[in-house]
């Protein structure tokens, strides 16, 4: 499906369409362009955040989990920064989009090819109790499995929350600082020592900040997820005062610290309370609260926060729009307090993932 992108163009939709209408080109172009992408997540979905992510969770223990969500934590950024670098080269067109897609498809393709003969079941896998479709499709939906899992969804509605809040400034950052930031910065005062140095120790108290609560984390997750939630709240309201450049940089550390170690437990809770044989029939549960309920109601969030923006700038479409505000961060901070409460119900129910569900 990736591949494929590479043979979508105008000149080939009107071939295979048959159209000679600009107009209607260009409409056929963007709407093939939607449903590819729109199969091709759904392709990625089902193996990654569905079977992938499943499998995941029956080879490794809670012991471990929280290393192996720093990893897939670190993933992400180095081949978002490795197709970024070769994406470069097609906009620049030392190679072309063609070139660029294929070869991308190609090597998806080769990985799939070596995970065919590397990823073993794991043995130890409980065989599901039921074999209809259907009703594990809809398993994690029944209100008896909310009641018996009731840790697993306070992990969950902790998890969403979070989430929100963080596609409640994320959508807009880059923008943020586009528009917003750098421009109260004359080019000159770029070379000011002083940003170089907020800089340098806002890294250090990211670095310092993640490695202690994640150490911290490993006796027991409660002593990293308070503190980082603390972090990320304190962080999000101190970027919504922070005007100044050197005032954003430091900001950035607590919110980095924060959402780092917050992301890493929270999905690491998230697998210790799955059950051991139904780690499938809850990938699609944990995709609603982790990425359809914050990518809906987070970015429109940010949006309504920045409404009253005096600034505007064009789009890639032509379109004005209100450049975001630090209001969205404070916005954001409002939403990570509600954090507190299923965690702190979580709390008191207990973090060993060992310990029997009382209540039916």
């Given amino acids: 499906m990736t591949a494929l992108f590479g043979l979508i163009s105008r000149d080939h939709i009107a071939a295979l369409f048959h159209l000679s209408d600009e107009v209607k080109i260009l409409t056929a172009t963007v709407w093939t362009v939607i449903l590819m992408d729109c199969l091709m997540t759904f392709m990625g979905s089902t193996s990654n955040d569905s079977v992938f992510n499943a499998w995941v969770t029956d080879v490794t223990a809670p012991e471990n989990r929280p290393k192996v969500e720093t990893v897939f934590a670190a993933l992400p950024i180095v081949a978002m920064g490795a197709v970024v670098g070769v994406g470069s080269l097609a906009q620049s067109g030392v190679i072309g989009y063609d070139v660029f897609f294929l070869g991308l498809g190609a090597f998806v393709v080769a990985c799939g090819i070596v995970g065919l003969f590397t990823l073993e079941e794991p043995q130890h896998r409980i065989p599901s109790s039921t074999a ?21 969804y306070l992990a969950l509605s ?64 409660v002593y990293a997820m308070v503190p980082a939630s603390i972090c990320f709240v304190a962080g999000l309201v101190s970027l919504f005062f922070a005007h100044d450049l050197r005032a954003v940089l430091l900001g950035v550390a607590p919110t980095v610290v924060g959402y780092a170690v917050l992301m890493i437990m929270l999905n690491a809770s998230v697998r210790d309370f799955t059950p051991e044989d139904k780690a499938g029939q809850f990938q699609g549960i944990r995709m609603i609260f982790y990425v359809l309920l914050p990518m809906v109601i987070g970015p429109a969030l940010g949006n309504l926060a920045s409404a009253s923006s005096a600034v505007t700038y064009t789009d890639e479409y032509g379109v004005s729009q209100n450049a975001p505000t630090s209001a969205m961060f404070l916005c954001a901070a409002a939403v990570a307090v509600l954090v507190f409460l299923p965690l702190g119900f979580l709390i008191k129910k207990g973090f060993t993932p060992t310990a029997e569900e009382n209540e039916a």
Avoid: E
């Fill in 132 to 152: 209809n479709y259907w009703s594990d499709l809809f398993y994690g939906f029944r209100p008896s499995v909310i009641r018996t899992h009731k840790r697993l």
């Fill in 158 to 221: 902790t998890l969403g929350f979070f989430a929100i809040a963080v596609q409640v400034f994320f959508p807009y950052l880059l923008i943020y600082i586009q528009y917003m930031v750098l421009p109260g910065v004359p080019a000159m005062d770029l070379w000011d020592v002083t940003y170089y140095i907020c800089a340098a120790v806002s890294v250090v108290i990211m670095l310092g900040g993640i490695i202690l609560l994640l150490k911290l984390g490993g006796k027991n997750k």
